[in-house]
Each structure stands twice: as structure tokens, then as C-alpha cells.
């Protein structure tokens, strides 16, 4: 179901994977921000979207992974956005199946059925989009989930689509992350959404929508992150012994432990 956050933004939380779709409508078109794990989700998404609006579609895909693309395909659309062009092979469906098929009913049977179609426009640093009475503003602020994370700002609504790049209900995932550039690409968020003023609202890739501190709380563990990783790789400590001490928890924190001590070793 479509949730209207601010006049004429709305989300989408898809229950499998808990990943959130964004739709921001403007008087001559609209924006999908993220178009869920499958066709047959997007699907229910679409019909949603268009009972609230008939305006043309364009779509934006904040990143590579499966569960923000998939969906691509039951829109239509002429012009899809991402910070990057990527072919229908970035992430195979036989790895998202193996990894997440049993996350929901069908679910395996719904990735199985996917024809990936891939985004067609690039943004290499900032555009944007005129929708029509309103500017969604698509911008590339740095390294952090992944390195071509994009967040869409939408100024008038004082609403920001952030993508993976902000996380509630789970710690971030680490699997392509860059832990020693995260914290500053979050700030420059910040930094951007407190120049223009206003109480912000933040829809983050997955959970429910949050607010400007929680903003700041996460690039604050983040940051702690990131400086446990740099002083931990000075001083030689195994990333086993760094990942106890993490604000995230040893699980999900030495992927991202062993990730940067390979960045701080120019392998990444």
C-alpha cells in the first residue's frame, strides 16, 4: 500500500526484504524511486501508483542490488536513472535466488521469472529531474553502501530518498560497502538537508521512514566504525578482535572491518 508522506510523495514497503519503492508525483510526471525485488511486486506497485496518478513514469534505481531493480520491468518506462549503467547481468539471478528464495511465498518462483531490465541514463555526479511544479534533485555524494550510491532529494516536500545508504530495522550491509568513506557521504547528506533548512524526512532503502536524528545517529556509529577500522589497521589488530568492539556487532561488522582494512591496503 502507498503511504502519502508529504503532498504527493509517497512510499511503498514491501513486506519481503522490508525495502521501500518512493513515488513522487509532479503536475507532468512522475518519479519511482527503487522498483522492489521482482516483476510481480513492482506489478502491485504499479497498479498502486496509478491510482493516484496518470502522469508518465520515470524511474530511478539508487543501486545495483537486486532488490531495488528487479522491478524495472513493469513500468515501462523510457528513462530509467541510476548514478551508473550496469547490464542485466550485475547481479545474477541464480545468486539472488540462492541467497534470498526463501524469503517470502513464491518468492524463489518470482526471481525466477525476472527479465532484468537495466537502467538507460547516467548520473555522474548531480541532475535534475522537472517533474513539473517540483525539481527531484538526483545526486551522487560519495562512497558508502556501495560506489555508486545515489540519493534523491526532493526539496518542496522536504523529503530525501537515500537508497541502502541509510538503514532502520537492521544494521547497514556491508557486503559492497566502502566503512572508510560511509560516514562522509552520510554527512554530506546532512550537511546539504541542513542548509535547506526544515525538519527533514528520510526514506532509507529498507524499514520505515526516519527523521534528521536518526540521520545523525547512524553516521555517528558509522564514524565510530570507521575510525575503529583506521586506528585497528595502525596498530595491526586482527579484524576478529576489532569486529567485538563494533557499534554494529561482530557479524555484520567484520565484513565491513575486512573491507576497509583491503581499502587501507589498496585492494578495494
Given amino acids: 500500500m502507498l503511504v502519502e508522506i508529504a503532498e504527493g510523495v509517497h512510499v511503498w514497503r514491501e513486506p519481503v526484504l522490508d525495502v521501500n519503492a518512493t513515488v513522487v508525483v509532479g503536475s507532468t510526471k512522475c518519479l519511482v524511486v527503487d522498483t522492489l525485488s521482482s516483476v510481480a511486486q513492482a506489478t502491485r506497485l504499479a497498479t498502486a501508483v496509478r491510482a493516484v496518478t496518470d502522469r508518465p513514469i520515470e524511474l530511478v534505481n539508487t543501486h545495483v542490488h537486486f532488490d531495488h531493480w ?70 551522487h555524494l560519495g562512497r558508502g553502501h556501495t560506489d555508486h550510491d545515489l540519493v534523491v532529494v526532493v526539496p518542496d516536500a522536504h523529503v530525501a530518498v537515500c537508497g541502502d545508504l541509510v538503514e532502520q530495522g537492521a544494521p547497514p550491509s556491508f557486503g559492497d560497502a566502502y566503512p572508510l568513506d560511509w560516514p562522509a557521504t552520510l554527512a554530506a547528506l546532512a550537511g546539504r538537508l541542513t542548509d535547506a533548512g526544515g525538519s527533514w524526512q528520510l526514506v532509507p532503502g529498507h524499514g520505515a521512514v526516519v527523521d534528521q536524528e536518526f540521520l545523525h545517529r547512524q553516521h555517528g556509529e558509522l564514524a565510530s566504525l570507521e575510525w575503529l577500522c583506521r586506528d585497528g589497521y595502525g596498530d595491526g589488530r586482527d579484524p576478529l578482535e576489532l569486529a567485538q568492539r563494533s557499534p554494529f556487532g561482530p557479524e555484520h561488522s567484520l565484513v565491513a572491518i575486512r573491507r576497509a582494512y583491503a581499502d587501507l591496503d589498496g585492494r578495494a
Fill in 70 to 139: 528487479y522491478g524495472n520491468a513493469a513500468f515501462g518506462a523510457e528513462r530509467i536513472w541510476s548514478q551508473r549503467q550496469w547490464d542485466i547481468d550485475a547481479q545474477p539471478i541464480a545468486a539472488a535466488i540462492g541467497d534470498y528464495g526463501d524469503a517470502g511465498p513464491g518468492f524463489a518462483d518470482e526471481l525466477a521469472a525476472v527479465d532484468p531490465v537495466p537502467p538507460t541514463h547516467s548520473v555522474e555526479v548531480e541532475e535534475s529531474v522537472d517533474l513539473g511544479g517540483r525539481t527531484a534533485v538526483l545526486a
